[in-house]
C-alpha cells in the first residue's frame, strides 16, 4: 500500500471510520478556517482588533475570540458585522460531501 503524504487524506482515512470524531475534525476545520478569515481580512484592512471591535459595537476580546481557530461560538450575524466592518460580504455555499472510496 502506498504512504499517504496529504494531511487531510490522512485524517480523512484515519476519522471515516469514526463518524463523530469525522464530525469534530470539519468542525474544528470550520472554525479555524473562519478565524483565519477574519483575521486576514482585519489585517489587510490595517485595524487592530480594538479598531475592528469599536467599528462594530463590542470589545477587544470578542474580535480576540472570533481569531481564535479554537473559538466555536461564530454567529452568522457577529461575522456579518465584521464583514460589513472590513468591506466585505459573508459568502455560504452548501457543498455535497463527497468520500473517496477505498480500493
Same mark, same amino acid.
Given at each position: 500500500m *502506498? /504512504?499517504? $503524504?496529504? !494531511?487531510? /487524506?490522512i485524517i480523512d482515512k484515519i476519522t471515516r471510520s469514526e463518524p463523530d470524531l469525522e464530525v469534530m475534525v470539519e468542525e474544528a476545520s470550520i472554525n479555524a478556517e473562519v478565524a483565519q478569515l477574519i483575521y486576514e481580512a482585519r489585517t489587510k484592512a490595517g485595524l487592530t482588533q480594538k479598531q475592528l471591535a469599536e467599528l462594530i459595537g463590542t470589545k477587544q476580546p470578542v474580535i480576540a475570540s472570533l481569531e481564535d481557530? #479554537?473559538? +466555536?461560538? @461564530?454567529?452568522? $450575524?457577529?461575522?456579518?458585522? &465584521? *464583514? @460589513? !466592518?472590513? #468591506? @466585505?460580504? &459573508? &459568502? =455560504?455555499?452548501? =457543498?455535497?460531501? +463527497? @468520500? +473517496?472510496? $477505498? *480500493?
Open positions: *502506498a /504512504k499517504i $503524504s496529504d !494531511a487531510i /487524506k481557530a #479554537n473559538y +466555536e461560538g @461564530h454567529s452568522l $450575524s457577529m461575522l456579518q458585522k &465584521v *464583514a @460589513h !466592518a472590513l #468591506n @466585505h460580504r &459573508v &459568502v =455560504i455555499q452548501l =457543498i455535497p460531501i +463527497e @468520500h +473517496e472510496q $477505498s *480500493a
